[in-house]
């Protein structure tokens, strides 16, 4: 494959990022904002252009999910508030205050597009009819919960646990079918437990479920090597997997599966580090990996030309760390990558010196080696 390029300028909102979407007509890009609000941009011409924000929610704005009706957006908030939107004019359409006893973590739509299921802190996982914002139904399963994702078919639906568990929900039956365990995804460091499966999503086929999220080192100030695990549908039995080299990486935050079938996905760890990078399950090591500092979203536009990543301002070293006498407030630039317009083989190392308001790069680009 041919690596991508930088495209452009970056955007560069005042506040730190939770998730980014393109919706799925390719007209507009949305942010989850640590502010409560819902950034957005018009993607449409060569530069994005600023969008009038979406307000009301009280907390951190945790997730939010495009229906495919070109019309449909849903939010959801750390203290439990779950939002559908009419994108287009900005009204809502409805609006649920307590979706969830706090921290609601995840959003998935069913792919009927009828349903809009939500998991979070509280161990619940909670159906809701996407028109109307109504409550069709409910399990718990008593422990944080933290990814969802749909099968295909739309029969059941996969919860990722702190655990490392995996429970799969009949939903006609409304009971859990079966529990694929992957113990990698979760350490008890003394009294903390540490981990948990971040990231869902079936291949093409349907035939693999793919879970992401870290394989924790220690608790604190948390160590953890980013890990990326194949499971066969049928048998739940382990696949393919990736785990990076170092432990200063720490999760994989967001995940997508390519056209061509290789994953993208980004990462965040320690101040400072993170990286974008693209896996073809069986290989040992990426097609494609840089270094940006502390990534926690990355999606890809629909045309397939190009993906966009939401990182942290190096300049605060990825925590708000003290420079000189005052605390940098933290942000989330939002990069643009062309997709396959560089050599192939091209090598891309991110110099985070000079990451400094988001207007100024400075990346080289090295022919014959693969950064790994």
């Known amino acids: 494959m041919k690596p991508p390029v930088l495209r452009g300028k970056p955007i560069v909102p005042p506040s730190q990022i939770s998730r980014i979407r393109f919706s799925p007509c390719g007209k507009q890009l949305a942010a989850a904002s640590h502010d409560a609000t819902i950034k957005r941009w018009d993607v449409t011409g060569t530069e994005p252009k600023e969008l009038p924000s979406f307000s009301g929610h009280n907390g951190y704005v945790a997730s939010l999910a495009f229906h495919p009706d070109k019309q449909r957006l849903f939010t959801c908030d750390t203290w439990g508030r779950l939002t559908g939107w009419n994108y287009l004019n900005g009204k809502v359409i409805w609006d649920v205050p307590t979706a969830h006893d706090g921290w609601l973590r995840a959003i998935a739509l069913s792919p009927s597009g009828d349903t809009v299921a939500t998991c979070g802190r509280d161990g619940f996982v909670r159906f809701w009819n996407a028109t109307t914002g109504k409550k069709a139904g409910e399990i718990s399963l008593g422990v944080d919960l933290f990814a969802m994702a749909y099968h295909p078919e739309g029969k059941s639906l996969v919860v990722g646990d702190l655990f490392g568990n995996i429970c799969e929900i009949a939903l006609a ?9 992957v113990k990698a995804f979760h350490l008890l460091d003394r009294i903390q437990d540490v981990g948990g499966v971040r990231g869902l999503l079936f291949d093409a086929k349907a035939e693999t479920l793919f879970a992401s999220g870290a394989q924790p080192k220690s608790g604190g100030f948390v160590q953890a ?12 039995k382990p696949g393919a997997s990736w785990k990076a080299p170092t432990d200063n990486e720490g999760f994989i935050h967001d995940v997508g599966l390519h056209p061509d079938g290789y994953l993208y996905a980004v990462t965040s760890g320690q101040p400072g580090n993170g990286s974008l990078l693209f896996w073809k399950p069986g290989e040992a090591q990426p097609l494609f990996r840089t270094n940006i500092p502390n990534c926690h979203s990355v999606d890809l536009h629909p045309d397939g030309k190009y993906l966009a990543v939401a990182c942290t301002n190096a300049n605060s070293s990825g925590n708000g760390r003290a420079k000189g006498k005052e605390y940098p407030s933290n942000y989330s630039p939002i990069l643009f990558w062309n997709m396959g317009s560089n050599p192939a083989g091209a090598r891309f190392s991110w110099s985070k010196s000079r990451f400094r308001s988001g207007v100024e790069w400075d990346w080289s680009l090295t022919r014959g080696v693969r950064l790994a």
Do not use: C, G, Y
């Open 225 to 236: 090597f980013p890990l990326m695990q194949a499971i066969d549908w049928k048998t739940s």
């Open 173 to 181: 039956k409304n009971t859990v079918e079966r529990t694929i365990p």
